[in-house]
């Protein structure tokens, strides 16, 4: 019955594109900044009212997926010695199913949203460098991110998809992501905006040298027939530079997700609705990044206090496994608690709405400072 909520929401997404392909933007245009935000509220709008349903459909068991996706910490069996073996008539622990969880649901929804969405900020700015490098006109740049998010949508449900089992399977995984978020937390901080460089992708080698290209952007279309061979247009090109450069952003926001909620079905509406408005906010942000440099750092907190907050979830149980190594818990490691280390969804949204307003506010304000200082002084002006 789960899969009815999955089905109907894929309906829903694939709804929105074709309208936004077939009526909103069937020709090719410039979006101004005005219609940008617009479209960019609109799309908040519908975030915010899917985590309303997302709140009572979890919060009244529909479909059962509350119940299945239910947070469950159960005890940790106890410790054993070298060679020790429980014995064989010890009752597994009991599940309780908990009751009502529209709050927790909601809230890691939100709080997954707003992670991947303010991540778009940076995505927004290589997109942005992408498309001036290869010199594409303003309006056939709308195409290009639609059928850009629209490859991102396919290749994110597949990332979730397989991080989801990975998750379920192999709890120790969750430390592998910890790792990588703390890892690219400090990465946003100390690499150089001028480093990235799309003639270096491993896939744009590979398309000039496998694929015939024509040359020069001089319509929308991906392909073009000259003298009746088929070519790849630069447009094309610009294409898969795009769908690798989310890849790797994927790689990044995805686990952060994973360590907000391991609901799959969270992660990945979550991931898609964020996906969603990123074409909007590119229109309407992507000649005003200049402005939001101090926003990089509290991406860079955001991923770190993620990561960390992955790894001192499975910390407690290094407690045990250190009793069976050393048949006691050394003195070294007396630290390690004895209760798994949970952050509460709200406390982790409340610092992460913090970390960005504290970057969004230190942006403007220091903008604001900057462009008043390069005014000139009316009144340093000469008099008669």
Request: overall charge neutral.
């Amino acid at each position: 019955m789960i899969a009815l909520l999955w089905i109907g929401f894929i309906v829903f997404v694939l709804v929105m594109l074709a309208l936004d392909l077939f009526v909103v933007n069937r020709k090719p245009h410039v979006i101004n900044v005005r219609a940008a935000l617009g479209w960019t509220g609109v799309c908040i709008v519908m975030a915010l009212a899917f985590n309303v349903a997302v709140y009572y459909i979890y919060e009244h068991d529909w479909l059962g997926i509350g119940s299945k996706f239910a947070v469950i910490n159960l005890p940790d069996p106890p410790a054993l010695g070298p060679g020790e073996t429980p014995p064989a008539d010890a009752e597994p622990p009991k599940l309780r199913i908990p009751t009502g969880q529209g709050k927790r649901a909601a809230t890691e929804f939100f709080t997954g949203w707003l992670i991947e969405y303010s991540l778009s900020m940076d995505n927004i700015f290589v997109i942005a460098l992408i498309f001036a490098h290869f010199q594409v006109p303003t309006r056939f740049q709308h195409r290009v991110l639609f059928w850009g998010i629209l490859g991102a949508l396919v290749l994110r449900g597949i990332m979730i998809g397989l991080g989801a089992v990975l998750v379920a399977n192999f709890e120790w995984v969750l430390y592998i992501f910890g790792v990588i978020l703390v890892y690219t937390g400090v990465k946003l901080v100390t690499q150089k905006e001028e480093d990235f460089d799309p003639e270096h992708g491993w896939v744009l080698r590979m398309a000039r040298r496998l694929l015939p290209i024509s040359r020069g952007i001089s319509a929308e279309r991906f392909t073009a027939r000259i003298d009746g061979k088929l070519f790849f247009t630069p447009l094309f090109i610009v294409l898969l530079v795009v769908e690798t450069t989310d890849v790797v952003f994927a790689i990044d926001s995805i686990p952060a997700i994973f360590g907000i909620t391991r609901d799959p079905f969270l992660v990945f509406t979550s991931n898609i609705f964020a996906i969603m408005g990123l074409r909007s906010l590119y229109f309407a942000l992507a000649a005003l990044m200049d402005k939001f440099k101090f926003v990089k750092f509290s991406l860079a907190f955001i991923l770190a206090f993620v990561g960390v907050k992955m790894m001192l979830e499975g910390v407690h149980r290094l407690r045990p496994v250190s009793a069976r190594l050393f048949g006691e818990v050394p003195g070294w490691l007396d630290w390690l608690p004895t209760e798994q280390v949970h952050i509460a969804s709200g406390v982790s949204l409340g610092i992460i709405a913090a970390a960005l307003t504290v970057g969004v506010g230190t942006s403007v304000v220091l903008s604001r400072r900057k462009a008043q200082a390069r005014r000139p002084e009316l009144n340093d002006e000469p008099t008669e």
